[in-house]
């Protein structure tokens, strides 16, 4: 009944941490209706067409359809240049497989790494996604990288990579925000995994705004890698007179249908205390319930007036013989082979081991094999030892529990 009370409460207390424990930040999917594929193309000297892949993401007035999309300078770098030389070259944005749109080269800052493209007109197919400042605060919180990495389709050759279904979202954390020394721009580094055809992709944190713009990854430890900060977008923004959406700084997450809330402080800290609790309750159960298995033993008689009976033993000897005053094993006047005090057995919990003596008896004790042992000498035993008093008919098993 003890043990039930207490499996009881456990149960409750861990009911009442999963209802207390926050669920971890989900990534807001609507940031997806945000994102492009853009395709720059330029011609080589026999005049074929090559085309370079990348991400991008649109910007805007909050609920209007937007026009202007930031992408990476190097993502159109080579469109740039064909147009500045002869033949020119293209660009273009891919909604989805069968759905493209032509786009235009508005500004480019090559040395921070951002461009601005614009379409004829504005869109109905995507929506505009706000910017945040990047902060020292932000430190450890996660990030996710959104775009159309080219190893991705070819991987997996069935997927067309093209609809904003397409995307590969990966997570991360914000690692450091730090001034690049040789183009004074502001960078975001994270664990954020990218490959070719991320860049230009935006950097999101939890609550589904833009951090940065995805840029590259290092080329000397594989779990680095950059985003450029929204601190160097907004200004090729403003200078254009490109009109954006900056994300309230006050406003928590709004979470996706299933995901967890934010909870404040204190019920957080309640959870946490609860879960020790749980902890140290399973830890003593588990430690009482070893320590029940281990303290105490069993000695089986098959003797024929017994038939497999058996005695539990702890820290106290037991006595087999004829003597019902003293013996716990005990046996009828007359068993041929029992002596009055025949022998003793002692169990010693931390050694998992028997000790048997022999008490002077008249007709000896003896192991399994038919040794007689020697009179008030003990002798340790290993669980599942068998003796037998004076005739092979009077068994004793000692076995651990």
């Known amino acids: 009944m003890k043990k039930n009370k207490i499996l009881t409460l456990i149960l409750c207390l861990a009911l009442l941490a999963a209802l207390a424990v926050p669920a971890a930040a989900a990534f807001d999917n609507r940031v997806l209706e945000g994102i492009i594929m853009i395709y720059a193309g330029a011609p080589d000297e026999d005049g074929n067409m090559n085309y370079w892949r990348g991400t991008g993401f649109f910007v805007g007035p909050a609920g209007e359809n937007p026009q202007y999309i930031v992408t990476n300078c190097h993502v159109v770098e080579e469109f740039i240049l064909a147009g500045k030389g002869a033949g020119g070259g293209e660009l273009r944005v891919l909604f989805d497989q069968d759905d493209e749109a032509e786009a235009y080269l508005v500004d480019y800052d090559a040395e921070k790494d951002v461009a601005v493209l614009k379409l004829a007109e504005p869109t109905d197919k995507r929506a505009p996604l706000a910017l945040r400042m990047p902060s020292d605060a932000m430190l450890g919180s996660e990030v996710y990288a959104v775009g159309y990495p080219v190893a991705a389709d070819m991987t997996v050759q069935a997927v067309t990579s093209y609809s904003q279904k397409d995307a590969t979202v990966t997570g991360g954390r914000f690692s450091r925000l730090l001034t690049e020394s040789n183009t004074g721009r502001q960078l975001i580094q994270t664990d954020t995994a990218l490959s070719g055809g991320n860049s230009g992709g935006p950097l999101i944190d939890e609550t589904g705004a833009v951090l940065g713009v995805n840029t590259y990854g290092s080329n000397l430890d594989q779990n680095l890698f950059y985003a450029v900060s929204a601190a160097e977008v907004t200004p090729i923004l403003q200078r254009n007179s490109i009109t954006f959406t900056m994300a309230d700084e006050a406003v928590e997450p709004e979470q996706n249908e299933g995901s967890g809330g934010t909870l404040n402080p204190i019920l957080s800290a309640v959870s946490a205390v609860l879960l020790v609790a749980i902890a140290v309750l399973v830890l003593l159960l588990v430690r009482k319930k070893d320590c029940r298995k281990n303290d105490g033993a069993v000695i089986r008689s098959f003797a024929p007036q017994h038939g497999g009976m058996t005695v539990h033993i702890k820290n106290v000897p037991i006595m087999a013989g004829r003597d019902s005053t003293c013996c716990t094993i005990l046996y009828r006047d007359g068993t ?65 529990n």
């Open 336 to 400: 041929p082979g029992v002596s009055s005090r025949h022998c003793q057995i002692q169990f010693a919990a931390r050694e998992q081991q028997f000790t048997v003596t022999d008490l002077g008896s008249t007709y000896g004790t003896f192991l399994s094999n038919g040794q007689r042992l020697n009179p008030n000498q003990p002798v340790k035993l290993a669980g599942g030892s068998e003796i037998y008093l004076g005739e092979p008919d009077n068994i004793l098993r000692l076995e651990l």
